[in-house]
């Protein structure tokens, strides 16, 4: 006990909160922490570049909805995991992040891979901490874990400088918390407010974000919907908590989506938005008409009336909002009257979901060649047709086409970058879904761009042994910034968006996997097939039409921050 250090503190707080992966790339600033690690009940999952670590985190504390751990050493290993720490703060991953620096004793020295981390990552969390003195390390382990799950779940990072980490510990000044939080206020008063107003509606509409997924919602809003028989879509992480091919579940709330979000999100009277935030894919709460009743309920009091008024603000755990407004209404006994009182909207809704469908359908079924890319999202949504089955999308128009595309059947099943927009998310996100989930069937959907930011990653899925399927939307450009410039512009600037054919699926062959080029629809799903059946991590080349632009282009050629003059 005389010999205890640091680091075994960390790896003990760790094994303690039960803590299964540690998503990681080495750094002699963590090596005291690694050697505790080393055959303990914790697995180091090893990566190629820092930024993928805190991606795997981020996609395993998402479909667990639980905190993860990402641990980086010093200097260029913290910079390079500021990209994914940026998108955990948008998709409210509990994320904790740990990071070595150089000891105290060497700051200001000019000591290998020195800098002031703290206030550099400070503004993209939830809380950033600083260790001073290892006998505190388990306290600062529970104020992580506590900050990342309480209200809204999100990042924490947590610093140890290596001398505090090879610091022998006095046992007897050490204590050991271990606080488990649970957030979830609601009152009667206001959810017999949400009834009246569901009272005095005739086109109601439900849209669930995120905290539908994160609040474990999934038997209370499915019972609430088929209550009152009211039009539901979905967003964010809360994509198949209601399965798509559920009766009132229109699919995902993006007014670009074929169906009939736009026509409905424009003309509802009352808007029950769950878990979810008003941004840029509600062109900031303008989509609704200004005379619609809004209630937003959310477990963070600061999301409640960004970008626009709110009738009726509810600070509450989504799951527990739902059972109290499930028991008024049953005491109040007025689901058929509801149920009859939505029917002729309801018919609207499914009427405007079919004919955007049939609108759509040219792209979907489109047989020239080069293959239309939202063929290609259709193939690829076909395939995929369990329930269970995972997909993963990554790119600007790819991501835009699968979104638009993909038939979601079941909570935690689609992933995508969500709000921060950041590319290079794919194959990590897609190696922790597989990590996660041994026997599922996961494909990651990504652009020809994307693929390079992160594609030795191939490389860690062939090494652990993850034999995800990757299809690669080849256009040979970034293709949403050639055409949002050519919306702009008039043109593409090459330099910048051109890229030329590279036989991405080679090089997956020469790390050890398995490798396909496609050029016609028909030959998709034989090499999907084929990719499946090999059992290692697989490639799928697909050559598609670079000069279509999809919605997603026109919206970034129309942002505002995007305009120059």
Same mark, same amino acid.
């Given at each position: 006990m005389d010999n205890i250090i640091g680091g075994k503190l960390v790896a003990d707080a760790l094994v303690e909160r039960g803590v299964d992966y540690v998503f990681s790339l080495s750094g002699g600033h963590i090596t005291p922490i690694y050697q505790f690690l080393e055959n303990s009940p914790v697995t180091i999952f090893d990566v190629r570049h820092e930024q993928a670590a805190v991606f795997m985190a981020e996609a395993w504390a998402r479909i667990n909805r639980k905190p993860a751990v990402a641990m980086v050493t010093a200097g260029p290993g913290f910079? /390079?995991?500021?990209?994914?720490?940026?998108?955990?703060?948008?998709?409210?991953? !509990?994320?904790?992040?740990?990071?070595?620096?150089?000891?105290?004793?060497?700051?200001?020295?000019?000591?290998?891979?020195?800098?002031?981390?703290?206030?550099? +990552?400070?503004?993209?969390?939830?809380?950033?901490?600083?260790?001073?003195?290892?006998?505190?390390?388990?306290e600062y382990i529970d104020m992580a874990f506590r900050a990342a799950m309480s209200g809204r779940p999100g990042p924490v990072y947590l610093e140890f400088p290596c001398n505090i980490l090879n610091a022998k510990v006095d046992m007897a000044a050490v204590k050991k918390p271990g606080t488990t939080l649970s957030s979830k206020p609601v009152d009667r008063e206001n959810t017999r407010k949400v009834v009246d107003l569901l009272k005095a509606a005739k086109n109601p509409i439900v849209i669930g974000g995120s905290g539908l997924w994160y609040s474990d919602a999934e038997k209370e809003i499915l019972e609430f919907v088929e209550k009152i028989g009211i039009p539901i879509y979905t967003a964010g992480a809360g994509r198949g908590v209601v399965p798509d091919t559920h009766p009132l579940c229109f699919e995902g709330s993006l007014a670009i989506r074929p169906g009939s979000a736009m026509i409905t999100l424009m003309t509802t009277d009352l808007v029950l938005f769950l878990g979810g935030r008003l941004s840029l894919f509600y062109i900031f709460g303008e989509i609704f008409p200004s005379t619609a009743k809004f209630v937003q309920v959310d477990i963070a009091a600061d999301e409640i009336g960004r970008n626009r008024t709110i009738d009726l603000g509810i600070v509450s755990d989504i799951k527990a909002f739902l059972k109290e407004l499930n028991t008024v209404l049953d005491e109040q006994k007025i689901g058929d009257t509801l149920k009859k009182q939505y029917s002729p909207w309801v018919d609207t809704v499914r009427a405007a979901?079919?004919?955007?469908?049939?609108?759509?359908?040219? =792209?979907?079924?489109?047989?020239?060649? !080069? =293959?239309?890319?939202?063929?290609?999202?259709?193939?690829?949504?076909? %395939?995929?047709?369990?329930?269970?089955?995972?997909?993963?999308?990554?790119?600007?128009?790819?991501?835009?086409?699968?979104?638009?595309?993909?038939?979601?059947?079941?909570g935690g099943t689609y992933l995508d970058y969500?709000?921060?927009?950041?590319?290079?998310?794919? +194959?990590?996100?897609?190696?922790?879904?597989?990590?996660?989930?041994?026997?599922?069937?996961?494909?990651?959907?990504?652009?020809?761009?994307?693929?390079?930011? /992160?594609?030795?990653? %191939?490389?860690?899925?062939?090494?652990?042994?993850?034999?995800?399927?990757?299809?690669?939307?080849?256009?040979?450009?970034?293709? =949403?910034?050639?055409?949002?410039?050519?919306?702009?512009?008039?043109?593409?600037? !090459?330099?910048?968006?051109?890229?030329?054919?590279?036989?991405?699926?080679?090089?997956?062959?020469?790390?050890?996997?398995?490798?396909?080029?496609?050029?016609?629809?028909?030959?998709?799903?034989?090499?999907?097939?084929?990719?499946?059946?090999?059992?290692?991590?697989?490639?799928? /080349?697909?050559?598609?039409? !670079?000069?279509?632009?999809?919605?997603?282009?026109?919206?970034?050629? /129309?942002?505002?921050?995007?305009?120059?003059?």
């Open positions: 910079t /390079n995991a500021l990209t994914g720490i940026a998108s955990t703060r948008l998709s409210n991953a !509990p994320v904790i992040l740990i990071s070595g620096c150089v000891g105290l004793d060497s700051v200001e020295k000019l000591d290998l891979q020195d800098m002031t981390q703290l206030p550099v +990552i400070e503004p993209m969390v939830k809380k950033a901490l600083v260790c001073y003195m290892p006998e505190r390390i388990p979901h079919d004919a955007g469908k049939k609108d759509a359908k040219a =792209m979907w079924e489109c047989e020239t060649l !080069p =293959m239309h890319p939202m063929r290609l999202a259709k193939e690829v949504n076909e %395939f995929m047709n369990r329930e269970d089955d995972i997909v993963v999308a990554d790119g600007g128009d790819t991501s835009t086409w699968m979104g638009m595309t993909r038939t979601v059947k079941k969500g709000l921060y927009g950041c590319l290079a998310v794919g +194959i990590p996100y897609a190696n922790a879904a597989k990590l996660k989930n041994p026997d599922k069937r996961v494909l990651l959907i990504m652009g020809d761009g994307s693929v390079g930011f /992160n594609f030795m990653e %191939f490389h860690t899925a062939i090494r652990k042994k993850l034999p995800i399927v990757v299809v690669i939307g080849n256009d040979q450009s970034w293709g =949403m910034i050639a055409h949002s410039q050519t919306l702009r512009l008039g043109h593409n600037i !090459p330099n910048g968006t051109e890229l030329g054919w590279v036989d991405y699926h080679k090089m997956v062959e020469v790390l050890g996997g398995f490798g396909a080029m496609v050029e016609k629809p028909e030959d998709i799903k034989p090499a999907l097939e084929a990719a499946f059946a090999s059992g290692k991590t697989a490639c799928i /080349n697909v050559k598609v039409d !670079p000069s279509v632009i999809s919605p997603g282009s026109v919206a970034l050629a /129309n942002l505002g921050g995007y305009k120059c003059n």
